[in-house]
Structures are given as C-alpha cells and as structure tokens.
C-alpha cells in the first residue's frame, strides 16, 4: 500500500513558476515507479511526466517537454514536479501517480495508487 500527498499548487500568472510535491508513505519507494498526470475541467486525466522503471530516463508530454522537470528525493520518499513558463492551458488538477503496472506508462489505467491532487490555475 502507498498514500500519495500533493502539493504545491496554487494561482500563478502565465510564465510563472511551480514546484508541486508528492510525499509518499511507503519506505520502499524508491523502487515504486511514479508519475505525474493531470485532469482539466471537462476533460480526461492525461500524463504529464515519469521516470523509466530503471529511474535513468524520464518522459514527458510533448506539451510539457522543456517546461517540465520531474525529479525525485529518494532520503524524502518525494517526487518532484518543476514546472516553469506555465501557460494557462496548464491549468489543471495535478496528481501524483504510483506503481505502474505492466501497461503503458503514459496511461492513467497503469498505476495502482493515485494522491488527491492538487489545484494549478495559471491566469493569463
């Protein structure tokens, strides 16, 4: 079992900067694979960033890529988000995902463990 906290998110003007945390409970998890995705009003979760099951590479999503960092603090059990040039279409309830299964890793449906997410409105 993993309990997933966010934070971090909050009203910022376009081409601000965000850092949005994921505390998790488990002691093991810097074996657990994680990844961050988000969800807009009317529309379905979508990936944002992970790491490969090894941890050496991350992905992001094109609309993300070179805006976006994802990072983790193993000592913090915390992954990370760094999100810089925040455009309003970035505005979204963020969330935190955990221990992807053997499905695609930029698919909600592949991780068992979700946090509650958090808010980012980013006015224009």
């Known amino acids: 079992q993993v309990q997933l906290v966010e934070s971090g998110g909050g009203l910022v003007q376009a081409g601000d900067s965000l850092r949005l945390s994921c505390a998790a409970s488990?002691?093991?998890?810097?074996?657990?694979?994680t990844a961050w995705f988000r969800q807009a009003p009317g529309k379905e979760r979508e990936f944002v960033a992970t790491?490969?099951?090894?941890?050496?590479?991350?992905y992001y999503a094109d609309s993300v890529k070179g805006r976006f960092t994802i990072s983790r603090d193993n000592a913090k059990n915390t992954v990370y988000l760094q999100m810089n040039s925040l455009k309003p279409e970035d505005t979204a309830v963020y969330y935190c995902?955990?221990?992807?299964?053997?499905?695609?890793?930029?698919?909600?449906?592949?991780?068992?463990?979700w946090g509650q997410g958090t808010q980012v409105t980013v006015s224009s």
């Open positions: 790491f490969s099951r090894s941890g050496g590479n991350t």
């Open positions: 488990r002691r093991t998890f810097s074996s657990v694979t």
């Open positions: 995902a955990a221990e992807r299964t053997t499905g695609l890793y930029y698919q909600a449906s592949s991780y068992n463990y």
